[in-house]
């Protein structure tokens, strides 16, 4: 099967500081991976789309500039919200895909609870 | 352009009935259509997929669901409920490369209660 792991799968920090949340495809090489945002009670909402080695693509009315996403690797995707705030609180989940795998495999999400 | 339309974000059945949750796409491509489950606090775990082979797809824990391409549906069935189905299901469609993007379009949802 294929397998992504998420870290850390919970978090709590402060207001206005950074969090780093990271996606890992532990036994395929992602070429494409996603990144998600999920509010209690609703349903998933694409944030962006990352391709290794490229600029990640961010979904309209999503602050890049808040939410870094890097993608260096054809393993690992990095989400880091700066300068966290009450509102950012949410379920974050990544997913991978690839050119042999032309699906999405979702990680276990990730709780960021900022106060 | 896709789009995933789940009818009824609440549905509730009694243990042993019939589990129905309803899902119709539309799709400019030869679509697959994917339905997840999510617990509570957990990630989404994939029940079944349609990826243009049988229309009749078997998943996990007894669902199953069939593609139906003259009503654009994708509904989920279990013959019997049981109490641990309890969940929130989610169904999705992907041009699966098509565009070059593997995007998934995700319906609003539907939460599953079940009976005692």
């Known amino acids: 099967g294929a397998v992504v792991s998420q870290h850390p799968s919970w978090v709590i920090c402060k207001s206005g500081t950074s969090v780093k949340i990271e996606c890992r495809s532990l036994?395929?090489?992602?070429?494409?991976m996603f990144w998600y945002r999920q509010f209690p009670k609703q349903s998933l909402m694409l944030m962006a789309t990352?391709?290794?080695?490229?600029?990640?693509?961010?979904e309209q009315g999503v602050e890049k500039d808040k939410f870094l996403i890097n993608h260096a690797s054809l393993t690992l995707s990095t989400l880091t919200v700066t300068s966290a705030h009450p509102e950012d609180s949410s379920f974050y989940i990544c997913s991978a895909a690839s050119s042999r795998r032309n699906e999405q495999f979702f990680g276990p999400g990730t709780r960021l609870t900022v106060l | 352009a896709q789009s995933v339309t789940q009818l009824g974000s609440h549905v509730s059945v009694s243990e042993g009935a019939l589990v129905l949750l309803r899902c119709n796409y539309s799709s400019s491509v030869p679509p697959y259509l994917f339905w997840y489950v999510q617990y509570p606090n957990q990630g989404l775990q994939l029940l079944l997929k349609y990826t243009s082979a049988a229309t009749l797809v078997k998943g996990i824990n007894g669902f199953e669901a069939e593609f139906k391409k003259s009503e654009t549906s994708f509904h989920l069935t279990k013959p019997s409920a049981h109490m641990s189905d309890a969940a929130e299901y989610f169904c999705?469609?992907?041009?699966?490369?098509?565009?070059?993007?593997?995007?998934?379009?995700f319906g609003t949802g539907t939460r599953l209660k079940v009976l005692a």
């Open positions: 036994d395929f090489q992602a070429t494409t």
């Open positions: 990352s391709n290794e080695g490229s600029k990640a693509t961010y």
């Open positions: 999705a469609v992907s041009d699966h490369g098509t565009s070059g993007t593997y995007k998934y379009i």
